[in-house]
């Protein structure tokens, strides 16, 4: 393995990503897996287990895929992979909005199976009770609003937000009920800047953009956009610091000749009788 193996340490809390409002941006991207996990801990301040795991990894039409199960088992293996950054776990559709009941004992499962330091709603107004009751039971919460992917089946599509003035006065009031309920910070996602931008400003929480503004408090991306593994459409707000789709691309053709070929394996990878190591 190589030298990046998680050490013991101490984890950025998220009272402490709080304390960083209108500071040093805060940088967080999604993982799903342990050796993500591993890569990104030393340079990113929070990691996400995003329910985005259902269409980037599980294939997915929507994150409407992802289950308590899965964030679990995702959870974990970001936790097992990190040891710096504040990580927090996705709370998936229809685990939370029904009742504030189910939406703590829910919170509950993610933070005591995985060990992550707190969870993530979509909505505003609408689920500012169930923030409230699981900050109360002593679960940091981090919110999201703006465009909110779960909803897509009921709203048609991806729509971006805050083009009208009138769509623009609901994030507003989405922006503070998510802070007066208590989270720690909230993701806009799918906004327009100007609007993104009036959000950062009139709240007390740091805010992480994701397709919002450069004047939030953080920056988001999928990991998978971020290092150029997506495979369908790339979206507008996604800049692509590698290009891995090519290279697994040229990988696989590379190994498929080699095996044809019976160039690969070579004698450098057989084990002879005398005592080799594996
Ligand atoms: O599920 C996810 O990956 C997210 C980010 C896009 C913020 O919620």
Redesign the pocket.
């Known amino acids: 393995m190589a030298s990046d193996a998680p050490v013991a340490g101490r984890r950025i809390t998220p009272a402490e990503l709080s304390a960083r409002k209108g500071g040093d941006p805060i940088v967080c991207l999604?993982a799903y897996t342990y050796p993500i996990a591993r890569l990104l801990d030393p340079h990113v301040d929070l990691l996400?287990i995003?329910?985005?795991?259902a269409m980037v990894l599980h294939g997915h039409p929507n994150?409407l895929g992802a289950t308590m199960d899965m964030m679990v088992a995702h959870g974990q293996a970001v936790m097992r992979g990190s040891s710096r950054a504040c990580v927090v776990v996705?709370m998936p559709a229809g685990s939370y909005e029904d009742t504030v009941e189910n939406a703590v004992a829910c919170a509950r499962r993610l933070v005591d199976e995985t060990g992550c330091d707190a969870v993530?709603l979509e909505g505003g107004v609408a689920i500012a009770a169930q923030i409230a009751a699981i900050v109360a039971a002593g679960i940091p919460v981090m919110g999201?609003i703006g465009l909110l992917?779960q909803s897509v089946e009921k709203e048609g599509g991806y729509k971006i937000k805050g083009r009208s003035e009138a769509n623009a006065e609901l994030l507003y009031a989405d922006a503070r009920a998510v802070e007066a309920a208590g989270a720690f910070s909230v993701?806009i996602?799918g906004t327009v800047e100007p609007v993104a931008t009036e959000i950062t400003r009139r709240i007390s929480i740091p805010t992480?953009g994701?397709g919002a503004s450069d004047k939030c408090d953080g920056q988001?991306l999928?990991i998978d956009d971020a290092i150029g593994l997506t495979v369908d459409r790339v979206p507008k707000f996604v800049k692509e610091y590698a290009l891995l789709r090519d290279t697994v691309s040229k990988a696989a053709a590379d190994y498929a000749r080699d095996v044809r070929s019976r160039a690969f394996p070579g004698p450098e990878h057989l084990f002879s009788l005398s005592k080799d190591k594996a």
């Open positions: 999604t996400l995003g329910d985005s795991v994150t996705d993530k999201h992917p993701v996602e992480i994701i988001v999928v």
